[in-house]
């Protein structure tokens, strides 16, 4: 099915590791985007991409990279976890022209 | 800049009742305006959105707003609740990036508890 879809869906890290976490929309959307989700805090954008090649920073970047080789792909990296970064994060795409996105399922990230 | 403000983040209404989560926007031009919803342990699906048509807006799942400028609001409604809308809604707003492009800013959230 058409969509946005993340990996992995849960994962535990020991302060300090490092991870990917994967994006992958086959929309063909130019706009992609990071959010992070607290309690009661809503959600936040990372870092988000308006094409291929091209990133940049939203509300909340401190701790987080992201690239943009592909139209298909926006990994989120992580260099070194902190329990601030424990969260749900979403990745999203949007087309071009118009006003729909469509989010992925969502990466639950524990950090002890 | 461009937010938006969801009151009360916990709801609770009786099952059949009147469901009300208040949004209010602010915003310097006319904005667009959404409404998810997120059921437990799952991503964000998209109830209605608001992009300066008609006023009052319908969507999935018997729900609608309503976008009262005067009121700067887009409160969310549905006329009678049901078990299976306990879920956490969010109001967004979509900004525009300097140089192009947009994103969506998001309220804090809006917890539904439905009750029997």
């Known amino acids: 099915n058409a969509g946005v879809t993340q990996t992995p869906k849960f994962r535990i890290l020991k302060i300090g590791q490092s991870m990917t976490l994967q994006c992958t929309q086959d929309?063909?959307?130019?706009?992609m985007y990071w959010y992070r989700q607290d309690p009661g805090m809503g959600l936040k954008l990372i870092y988000y991409?308006?094409?291929?090649?091209?990133?940049d920073k939203g509300e909340v970047p401190n701790g987080y990279n992201v690239s943009r080789s592909t139209t298909e792909d926006f990994p989120l990296r992580l260099e070194l976890a902190a329990p601030s970064q424990t969260s749900v994060y979403f990745c999203?795409?949007?087309?071009?022209?118009?006003?729909?996105?469509?989010f992925g399922s969502g990466t639950r990230l524990t950090v002890v | 800049a461009q937010s938006v403000t969801q009151l009360g983040s916990h709801v609770s209404v009786s099952e059949g009742a009147l469901v009300l989560l208040r949004c209010n926007y602010s915003?310097?031009?006319?904005?667009?305006l959404f409404w998810y919803v997120q059921y437990p342990n799952q991503g964000l699906q998209l109830l209605l959105k608001?992009?300066?048509?008609?006023?009052l807006v319908k969507g999935i799942n018997g729900f609608e707003a309503e976008f009262k400028k005067s009121e700067t609001s887009f409160h969310l409604t549905k006329p009678s609740a049901h078990m299976s809308d306990a879920a956490e809604y969010f109001c967004?707003?979509?900004?525009?990036?300097?140089?192009?492009?947009?994103?969506?800013?998001f309220g804090t959230g809006t917890q539904l508890k439905v009750e029997l």
């Open positions: 608001y992009t300066s048509a008609a006023t």
């Open positions: 929309m063909n959307h130019n706009y």
């Open positions: 991409s308006v094409g291929a090649g091209i990133t």
């Open positions: 967004a707003v979509s900004v525009e990036f300097t140089g192009g492009g947009n994103k969506l800013t």
């Open positions: 999203a795409s949007r087309e071009l022209s118009g006003d729909g996105y469509t």
């Open positions: 915003s310097s031009v006319p904005p667009y």
